[in-house]
Nanobody, 120 residues
Framework: VQLVESGGGLVQAGGSLRLSCAAS????????MGWYRQAPGKQRELVATFTSRGGSTNYADSVKGRFTISRDNAKNTMYLQMNGLKPEDTAVYYC??????????????WGQGTQVTVSS
């Protein structure tokens, strides 16, 4: 199983970006999905997650009202729409998924990370 991220880049404050995370490989089901980020010198932190199998969502207070997590089950792809970006959103963004690869085995996977840089 592989998670491939795309959509990062450089944007001015107030701008928007949409990140994508595509899962491929032997996938029985995807049970948990989320986005995390890590800024230089800081610990990795939760940005947004689905709390169950694509049920309700959970957001960090710092991004509520600006970021939206979504998923396309048919494409095994998760998205993070980021609006109203601020310089403090600058970080490497990672997707994380709990993927069931068979009836009895589930593993946790991370994407390779994509850089988001917001200039002031």
């Amino acid at each position: 199983v592989q998670l491939v991220e795309s959509g990062g880049g450089l944007v001015q404050a107030g701008g928007s970006l949409r990140l994508s995370c595509a899962a491929s490989g032997s996938i029985f089901s995807i049970n948990a999905m989320g986005w995390y980020r890590q800024a230089p010198g800081k610990q990795r932190e939760l940005v947004a997650t689905f709390t169950s199998r694509g049920g309700s969502t959970n957001y960090a207070d710092s991004v509520k009202g600006r970021f939206t997590i979504s998923r396309d089950n048919a494409k095994n792809t998760m998205y993070l729409q980021m609006n109203g970006l601020k310089p403090e959103d600058t970080a490497v963004y990672y997707c994380n998924e709990g993927i069931q690869v068979s009836a009895n085995y589930e593993y946790n996977y991370w994407g390779q990370g994509t850089q988001v840089t917001v200039s002031s």
